[in-house]
């Protein structure tokens, strides 16, 4: 069974550094598909993500919950993607220009908060989307990979909807908020 | 069933999970009962935002450069020894400048203790004196079919020659290509096309592995994968040995092989099919005096011997590279493979195929010349030539009940055709659920 994010970070602290690979391996596409959905195109959001990712590994001794370390990593993804287009700004000497296409950018893709709200989701329902939608498992296969019964799996997955419904009828409207408590 | 009885069944529902018995009562309670239709609605609109945003992250492998990025920062931030500093310089002016350097790596090596090397000091070695690569080229010999997907491999094969080339810097690019397939990133967007087939795909963005490659792109990463392979070792027990050997040239190679074991059950339809299915030997080839990997071989762990499957015999560091190699030309001709499948008028009829029912249409429809139809079973758009003249006409002799791989997400269902010229095909059909449409799609196993 795989650990959990508490386990990994504190691995990563007590000087086995390359364990960060696996918190990048599960959480490479929810960040990168947020960061395309704050920045519209997906060569930045990589980009985006890759520094995202670093900064945190550079920081993970001042996280002070692990168990909120994807909650965290969204926080410092929103910080670098606004620094991403602060420097564009300042690149084109132009800040309308920046502010319009962070405006457009914003337009046209309302789904990054849909990455929010799973970044709160408690962890054992986190993993279960993350699983089914961005590693692409069926319910079976999750069923297999996390030793749990297949009810198991539907209804922490219906659980799961629920709370991010929940959440998103909250968010409807708003711009894009995260738990920074914790931010870089 | 009653409303709370249907809720409960909803996620298993939208999911196709449940048995026939209670999927009709729960689509009867549907029918008739507006909330519970609109909470199946309200689940399914959330699915479907889900699945869109998993499939535009689909491809997106970020472990090894960030990876690299952040080891390399750590050793930063541990300082650097007086060794590193001396390599690094070294890698600084190039390889085929370098003798002025490795003198100086000489004397270096000279001044330090007397020590007996570890398996694990010598990888640890490799991966620091490539830690800073602004390209690479390598050219290996796989054992694979020529057309086959980059990861296949097949121990009963002759080899095929395989080559990467990559530059790391000002921008990543790269182009891997063996006889019948090749992807080529060139910083904008990343292409694939397969020579026979003049079948295309393209991802309209830039990607650090695409298509199958992610094994040659982990080797590409030296610094990376060498040190990937020593935390393996530790985390998983994998068995390290070292010894010193004369190279082709004479000169002293550091030889690390590392027995590593997949967790793919050995009865696994998908077993030592894939170079990440398969139990291997790995064998480095370091230069003995400058620590540099020069070579690589995989072996296959086979009860009835070990076979060599992969041999890297040549690694060009930070040479330059000729810009035409970004460039792929393409035919004339060529299919584009489709991303996501349309939805049809009457998809709900494709959508409720059975694997094995799927693989008897698309059959069928090959065998009435009927491109339209088949066209329905496949992602590239239009059907390809080449497939239409080898399926043609075909017969179905047999089609088998599907079953799948821990390896894998398809379900691959057995079947044996005779083509129109004859010719007996008995093989497997690997048939994978496109989300957006729930058609079934011919994902590999086509003769």
């Known amino acids: 069974m795989d650990l959990t994010d508490k386990e990994y970070v504190e691995h990563c602290r007590d000087g086995h550094p390359e364990d960060f690979g696996l918190l990048v391996e599960r959480y490479q596409k929810p960040l990168f598909a947020y960061l395309a959905g704050r920045v519209g195109d997906s060569g930045q959001a990589e980009e985006a993500a890759q520094e995202s990712f670093v900064r945190a590994f550079m920081s993970l001794k001042k996280l002070r919950k692990p168990e909120s370390f994807y909650s965290w990593l969204v926080g410092i993804a929103s910080r670098v993607a606004r620094e991403q287009f602060r420097s564009s700004a300042r690149r084109q000497r132009d800040r309308e220009v920046a502010e319009r296409m962070m405006t457009d950018a914003t337009d046209s893709n309302k789904e990054y908060p849909l990455e929010e709200a799973i970044a709160g989701l408690p962890e054992s329902h986190r993993q279960v989307i993350l699983l089914r939608y961005y590693e692409r498992l069926s319910c079976q296969e999750i069923a297999t990979r996390l030793g749990a019964p297949l009810g198991t799996v539907t209804k922490t997955l219906s659980r799961a909807y629920a709370l991010l419904r929940q959440e998103l009828a909250a968010r409807e409207g708003a711009e894009p908020t995260v738990n920074q408590t914790q931010q870089l | ?447």
């Open chain 2, 1 to 447: 069933m009653n409303c709370a009885e249907c809720r409960d069944n909803l996620v298993a529902c939208a999911e196709g999970l449940l048995d026939r018995e209670t999927l009709l009562e729960c689509r009867a309670h549907l029918e008739t009962c507006a909330s519970c239709r609109a909470e199946y609605q309200a689940i399914a609109s959330l699915q479907q935002r889900l699945v869109a945003r998993g499939q535009a992250a689909a491809e997106v492998s970020l472990v090894a450069p960030v990876m690299q990025r952040v080891l390399q920062k750590q050793r930063e931030s541990e300082g650097e020894s007086f060794m590193s500093k001396i390599l690094k310089h070294r890698w600084g002016f190039g390889l085929g400048t370098a003798t002025g350097a490795a003198a100086i790596l000489l004397i270096a090596l000279l001044t330090l203790p007397k020590m007996q090397a570890t398996a694990e000091e010598v990888m640890t070695r490799g991966a620091q004196v490539v830690a800073k690569l602004t390209s690479i080229r390598f050219r290996g010999e796989l054992r694979t079919w020529p057309v086959d997907n980059f990861g296949y491999i097949n121990a009963d094969c002759p080899f095929c020659p395989i080559e990467l080339w990559k530059q790391f810097e000002p921008q990543l690019k790269w182009r891997i290509e063996k006889p019948g397939r090749v992807v080529v990133m060139d910083g904008e967007s990343t292409v694939m096309l397969l020579k026979p087939e003049h079948v295309a795909v393209k991802h309209p963005f830039r990607t650090t592995s695409a298509f199958d490659t992610d094994w040659l792109q982990q080797i590409a990463n030296v610094s990376e994968t060498i040190s990937n392979e020593l935390d393996n070792a530790r985390a998983k027990g994998w068995k390290l040995s070292l010894k010193q050997e004369a190279g082709t040239d004479g000169r002293l190679e550091s030889v690390v092989t590392i027995l590593a074991k997949t967790t793919v059950p050995a009865n696994d339809y998908e077993k030592n099919n894939w170079i990440w299915t398969a139990d291997t030997r790995r064998v480095y080839r370091f230069d003995a005096q400058s620590g540099l990997l020069e070579a690589m071989q995989v072996y296959l762990l086979r009860p009835s011997g070990d076979v060599k499957i992969f041999d890297l015999s040549q690694i060009d560091y930070n040479q330059p590279i000729e810009p035409g190699v970004w460039t792929l030309e393409l035919p004339a001709d060529v299919s584009w493979v489709q991303n996501q499948l349309p939805t049809l008028t009457n998809n709900a009829v494709y959508a409720a195929m059975t694997p094995e029912q799927a693989a008897k249409a698309f059959f069928e429809a090959c065998s009435r010349n009927d491109w339209g139809e088949a066209g329905k079973f496949l992602v590239e758009s239009p059907v390809p030539n080449m497939l239409k003249q080898k399926l043609g006409g075909l017969q179905i002799i047999s089609i088998g009940t599907a079953f799948t791989s821990a390896a894998g997400k398809d379900q691959i269902v057995p079947y044996e055709i005779k083509l129109q010229y004859g010719t007996n095909r008995k093989w497997n059909l690997a048939l994978a659920k496109d989300q957006a449409s729930g058609r079934w799609f011919v994902d590999g196993g086509l003769p």
